[in-house]
């Protein structure tokens, strides 16, 4: 039998996530190895030939799976039809820019893109924000789009839980493998909280296999809510593969599922769990089955965690203020 194709569509395709990320979607990693998928690129016109130039190296891989290739500068072409939708293009923080100035910039490019939406993807259209304020940019694009479900809005923290991954099982001598449960909070910023108080190493609780607060408190979370900056240090660019890798983590778990009895992060629309302001865009650990994401519930919040959740949702609170201000919510 011969599946329709999904529509995949990826703006900022020419730059360099999105070259990361667009032969990875073609191989067949983002829905699975028996999914055909089209995909769209979606540039500003600065970027189109660039896009074109990658159109050319995904078709000289000659991915079986991969059943063309379309690219645009209108959002409402991009769209039209799209199942999956990672919104990587934005708009830098340039000098001298302040963070308003950042938020009505993204504002430009995430209301238009929102609408788009609205009016031309599929109606079982999935959507991860990628591009910075991740969270924020998501809430724009969710407010613009009032026919699409909210909940399919979501902004990516997969990396920032990759990351906290990587941390706990340097530190603890495990591989990765053997961690489960472990949930990133908040915002995609410095404020996030990587918490490890319901992760399990090898069976045994997180926390105490650590055992060690000071740790938590001053290497871990810190080199976790700050290593985006530390790759732009040593980059000199910002992190590309792994944002890559995290967005398609993010999709594949989302369509595919969780594993059972593990969990993972996402940035969704809060419903008011655990204290969080309902409609904020927060990471939350989650569920999915069957295309379907849903926030674990029930488990207890120390002191420790409930300060750093409060810290990195007052900021969400703030940027939504000023998104409102700016009248693009
Ligand atoms: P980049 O500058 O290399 O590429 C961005 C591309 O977006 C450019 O090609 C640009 O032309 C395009 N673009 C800009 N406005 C657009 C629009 N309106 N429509 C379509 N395309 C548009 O940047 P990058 O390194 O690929 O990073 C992209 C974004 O992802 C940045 O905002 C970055 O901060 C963010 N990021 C997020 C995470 C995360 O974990 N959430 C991780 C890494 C990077
Ligand atoms: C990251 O976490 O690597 C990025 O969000 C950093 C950035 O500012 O682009």
Redesign the pocket.
Known sequence: MTRTPVNVTV????????YALLFRIASGQLLGADVPVRLRL???P??LK?AEGTAMELDDCAFPLLRGIDIT?D?DTGFDGANVALL?????RTKGMERGDLLEANGG?FKP?GKAINDHAADDIKVL????P?NTNALIAQAAAPDVPGERFT??????HNRALSQLAARTGVPVSEIRRLTIWGN?SATQYPDVFHAEIAGKNAAEVVDDRTWLADTFIPTVAKR?AAIIEARG????AS?AN?AIDHVHTWVNGTAEGDWTSMGIPSDGSYGVAEGLISSFPVTCKDGVYKIVQGLDINEFSRTRIDASVKELEEEREAVRALGLI
């Open positions: 703006t900022g395709a020419a730059g360099q996530i999105g979606l540039e500003i600065q970027g660039a500068d959002p990587v293009g934005a708009r830098p490019i893109q924000v990628v591009g910075n991740a902004a990516m923290t997969r990396l920032d995609h985006g660019a910002s992190s590309a944002a995290a």
